[in-house]
């Protein structure tokens, strides 16, 4: 498991070779410094897996919302995450965080493939 923590923001990412998922778990604030730590230790976790045969799963419950300056990260994630067989978010708790995270998935067109739940129970895998 990767875990990154700071003032602002924080991650932990871990695969589960068994029911093969990625898991990312955010919290905080993000700022462009998270942002580029984030992309970092994602890429560590990531690039080894066959994105074809794994889910991803990542859980915003503890998330703040994003400035501006973010959502090009917030876009760049996404596309990265559509490369997966199955993406499931874990809504924030914040309902402004919802929206910004759904607004961003249909600018880079990828609502359809995404699925948005309010707590980890309605998690399915295929």
């Known amino acids: 498991m990767t875990e990154s923590a700071n003032q602002q923001g924080r991650h932990e990412m871990w695969v589960d070779p068994k029911t093969k998922v990625f898991h990312i778990d955010l919290f905080g604030f993000y700022g462009v410094a998270?942002?580029?730590?984030?992309?970092?230790?994602?890429?560590?976790?990531?690039?080894?897996l066959n994105k074809?045969?794994?889910?991803?799963?990542?859980?915003c419950q503890g998330l703040s919302t994003f400035k501006p300056d973010i959502?090009?990260?917030l876009r760049d994630a996404y596309k990265a995450y559509a490369e997966f067989k199955s993406v499931s978010?874990?809504?924030?708790?914040?309902?402004?965080?919802?929206?910004q995270l759904k607004r961003v998935a249909r600018e880079?067109?990828?609502q359809d493939k995404f699925?948005?739940?309010?707590n980890?129970?309605?998690?399915?895998f295929e």
């Open 34 to 48: 998270e942002a580029e730590k984030f992309f970092s230790d994602y890429s560590k976790h990531a690039t080894p």
């Open 52 to 59: 074809d045969e794994y889910s991803i799963v990542i859980d």
């Open 71 to 73: 959502l090009p990260y």
């Open 89 to 99: 978010f874990i809504n924030p708790a914040n309902p402004v965080g919802q929206m």
């Open 108 to 110: 880079v067109n990828l």
């Open 115 to 118: 699925k948005f739940v309010s």
């Open 120 to 124: 980890p129970g309605q998690l399915k």
